[in-house]
Each structure stands twice: as structure tokens, then as C-alpha cells.
């Protein structure tokens, strides 16, 4: 799989772009806030409908502008697609050949992983972002995630404001209301958490031993429910007994304590947790080998890697961590690398095709060369 055409109007400080991809390492040097993490931020929002840097996308237009869109044409064996995204004011619509179209039919279509800055959350942020990192990796491979996960937010919120509008004096006459609900959350909820536990068990199974220094990673999915085993009617029983535990407390305070939004994964190192007491060095290497897993788990499924960002390469990752994780990727999938120190990427010998970024315009580098933007 890979992304062979980006093409940018008016998004964030990039008039207009439009440059072709090859189906190797690709790097975009340039000096600070030049636009580089902007270009790799709009590659990711082909993949997921959204951006790694911001929940509010109009903050993606250009400045002074209405309006900014995003196209790219994903390439899979001889299969072309073309995915969109346009940006007007707070509205979003994304496209698939052209056509507007659902968020669950828009993702997955670019099967695409991203080591930035902002991924960083996943060790050192809270259990939120180890659910989205899940999440998104499961995309491609579990079709109907995405819906489970819309349809579980909504069951949730429902829940939720029947919760609060019952409190804590809700009669016995209230329970079948709430019971319901109960079963929109299980029903969705099973889903969800039967292919996190069963992706969490593969992700375990590939880890790489010692691969980014000799640290040993350990993982563990933690769900409110108590539930270890994916088996769907064993998980139904769980969650309907573990909502049931939690009703009292969920009436006082209005909230749905017990579920798949509240589960965690768990990471650690040497027996530690890798968020809270890994050293930086060791929380880069440990989510590489988290990248890493995903990567094979990925390949395994479905005959092919997924494309690959890295933004700031050498800012994020050591040389030695560089060389080996660049390399691995080199020999296996599209690579699109951005780093503000020109040298360091070329010197890993990659051969990576080069464009420079300044001010929000790209160029070949080399004497002569024609702007590819305007
Ligand atoms: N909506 C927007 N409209 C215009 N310019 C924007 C918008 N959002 C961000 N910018 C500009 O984009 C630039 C930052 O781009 P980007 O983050 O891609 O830089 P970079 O090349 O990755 O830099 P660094 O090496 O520091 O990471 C900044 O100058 C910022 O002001
Ligand atoms: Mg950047």
C-alpha cells in the first residue's frame, strides 16, 4: 500500500501542493515551522478523518481563508483510490472517489501508522490515548470497529443522560429504563472489547524482544469489567453484572463508571510503569516496539505493511534507534520522514527522494530545481 499523490489547497501554511510519492523512503527537510509536520498532518487525515495535532479542524485553513481540502491517491496492488477531505469553517466532509462519504467507509482505506510527537501520548498520557492507539490500529483489520465504537457513544451518552435525569432517587420502577440501555452499551461494548482483547494478545506475541535496546516491554489490557477472554458471551455476562455492580454509583454521579471507555493498557518496563517511571529514551523505544508489533500484526492479516510517518526523526529517536527502526521500515513499506537536520536521514543511507519545505512551499533540492508549489 501507498500513498502516490498529495495534493493540498489551503491547508494550515501551504497554498497549494501537489507532489508524487514513491513508494520508498521519502524525506521532508526544512528548518523549524516551515510546514513539514503540516504535510505529514495532512497524510494522516486520509487515513483517519482527523489530525494527530488538534480536535478543532478548522484549525487546519489556512489563516484568512474559508475553506482548505485535502486529496490523495492511495495505491493497493493495481486498486487506486482517491480519498478527500474539504474543510469549510467547523464543517468536515470527507470523500472516497469523489463522493461524500461516511467516516466508518472513509477510514481503513489508508492503512497508515505515525510516530510524531503527539504519539508520545500513548506511553506518557492517560488511558484515553492507549484506547484511541488501539483503536486505530484495529481499524484495518476488524471491519465494524469503527461503527461499534460510534454506536457505543452513542448508547453511552443516552445512558449517561438517563443516569442523570434518574439521580440518585430513581425508583425501582426506573430500573427497566435504565436496563435498556444497559443492553445497547453490552451489545456494542462485546464488540469493542473482544477485539481489543484479542488484538492485545496478538500485539503481545509479536513484540520484539530487546530489538530497541535490551529493555523488556510487558503489556496488559485492563478492563473495568474484569474481562481476560474474548469470548463474546462470557464478556455480555461480564459487562451486564459489572454495570449492575456499578448502578448505585453511576446514578450519584450521573456517569457510566464501567465499560470500554474506561479501560486502560497497561504498559511496562523491567516490571515498571513505562509511563511513569521510564526514562524517555526507554518510553521511545518501548512505543516503537509497540509500532513495531503492529506493524507484523498488520503484514500477517493482510499481506502488506502499512505506510509509515515519522515526523522529526532525529528529534524523536537516537541514531542508533533511527538506523534500526528506518531500516526495518525501508525494506518493508512507504516511509514519509520529515526532520529539520537535512544531513542525518541521508546519512543512514536510505536513499530516501528528498523535498525540501520552506514556508509552506516545497522544492527538489539541488541547483536550478523548479518549485513543485505555488
Ligand atoms: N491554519 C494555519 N494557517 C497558516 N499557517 C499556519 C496554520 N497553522 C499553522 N501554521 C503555520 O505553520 C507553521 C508550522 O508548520 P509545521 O508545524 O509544519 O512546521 P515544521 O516544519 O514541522 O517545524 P518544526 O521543525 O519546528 O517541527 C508555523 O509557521 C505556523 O504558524
Ligand atoms: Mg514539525
Request: aromatic share 8%; charged share 25%; glycine share 12%.
Amino acid at each position: 500500500m501507498r500513498i502516490s499523490r498529495l495534493r493540498l489547497f489551503h491547508y494550515r501554511n501551504i497554498g497549494e501542493l501537489d507532489i508524487t510519492l514513491g513508494p520508498g523512503v521519502t524525506l521532508f527537510s526544512g528548518r523549524n515551522g516551515q510546514g513539514k509536520t503540516n504535510i505529514l498532518e495532512s497524510i494522516y487525515f486520509l487515513a483517519y478523518g482527523r489530525s494527530f495535532r488538534t480536535s478543532t479542524p478548522k484549525d487546519c485553513i489556512r489563516h484568512g481563508e474559508t475553506e482548505c481540502r485535502i486529496e490523495g491517491v492511495v495505491e493497493r496492488g493495481r486498486l487506486e483510490r482517491t480519498l478527500g477531505v474539504t474543510l469549510r469553517g467547523a464543517e468536515k466532509t470527507l470523500s472516497l472517489y469523489g463522493k461524500p462519504s461516511p467516516l466508518e467507509d472513509f477510514v481503513g482505506n489508508l492503512h497508515l501508522l505515525a510516530f510524531t510527537h503527539a504519539h508520545l501520548g500513548v506511553v506518557r498520557g492517560g488511558p484515553a490515548d492507549r484506547r484511541a492507539f488501539l483503536d486505530r490500529a484495529m481499524v484495518s483489520l476488524y471491519p465494524g470497529h469503527v461503527r461499534a465504537l460510534a454506536s457505543y457513544g452513542r448508547a453511552l451518552r443516552q445512558r449517561n443522560r438517563v443516569l442523570a435525569e434518574l439521580g440518585a432517587g430513581a425508583r425501582p420502577a426506573d430500573a427497566g429504563l435504565l436496563e435498556s440501555w444497559d443492553e445497547a452499551l453490552v451489545g456494542e461494548g462485546v464488540r469493542i472489547l473482544a477485539n481489543r482483547l484479542r488484538y492485545v494478545r496478538r500485539m503481545k506475541s509479536e513484540l520484539p524482544e530487546g530489538l530497541f535496546g535490551s529493555e523488556s516491554l510487558r503489556m496488559h489490557y485492563l478492563s473495568t469489567i474484569g474481562a481476560e477472554d474474548p469470548d463474546p458471551a462470557a464478556l455480555g455476562d461480564l459487562f451486564r453484572k459489572g454495570l449492575g455492580r456499578a448502578r448505585e454509583r453511576d446514578l450519584r454521579t450521573g456517569t457510566t463508571s464501567v465499560g470500554p471507555h474506561r479501560d486502560d493498557l497497561k504498559l511496562y518496563v523491567n516490571g515498571k510503569s513505562l509511563g511513569e517511571f521510564g526514562s524517555a529514551g526507554q518510553q521511545r523505544s518501548g512505543l516503537l516496539a509497540l509500532y513495531f508489533s503492529q506493524m507484523e500484526i498488520h503484514a500477517k492479516e493482510q499481506g502488506f505493511y502499512p505506510v509509515f510517518l515519522v515526523d522529526d526523526a532525529e528529534a524523536e529517536l537516537d541514531q542508533e534507534r533511527l538506523h534500526t527502526f528506518l531500516h526495518y521500515l525501508a525494506r518493508r513499506t512507504q516511509t514519509i520522514l520529515t526532520s529539520a537536520k537535512d544531513f542525518l536521514v541521508p546519512s543512514l543511507e536510505l536513499d530516501p527522494v528528498r523535498f525540501e519545505v520552506l514556508g509552506g512551499r516545497v522544492r527538489t533540492p539541488g541547483p536550478g530545481s523548479a518549485p513543485v508549489t505555488r
